[in-house]
């Protein structure tokens, strides 16, 4: 394996973890919506905060990624992140809730972030 599709795929690793974190998050609020309207809030904040997080965690290993894929995630993080950071500015739990999901999505499809994990793994191949 090439250099650059070993920092491609340390890349990717990096990505799905802190997904497989979000969407950990995600679960745990949905599980204390009906009983807990505060811990809701309170989770999804917490995920809101680490996808706001994600350009900036991400940049150091962004640098060394052929250039194709370092603009595609560069600018897909920017976007999850400022995202993010709006709902929390918000404060718009509404919001924090569909951060990374594209409006026309349906239950069992991918995220946002999935989708930008799978094409860096097709550049990676």
Known sequence: MSEKNEKLSAYIAFLRERHEEIRALEEKAMATLDEDAETYRRLMAERAERIAALADAAS??????????????????????????????????????CLLYPDTHKPGEADNMQKLIADLARCAT
């Open 60 to 97: 150091d290993l962004r640098s060394e990624l052929p250039e194709t894929a370092r603009l595609h995630a560069e600018a897909a993080l920017r976007r999850f992140s400022a995202n993010a950071r709006e709902a929390l500015r918000l404060k718009s739990v509404f919001y924090m809730s």
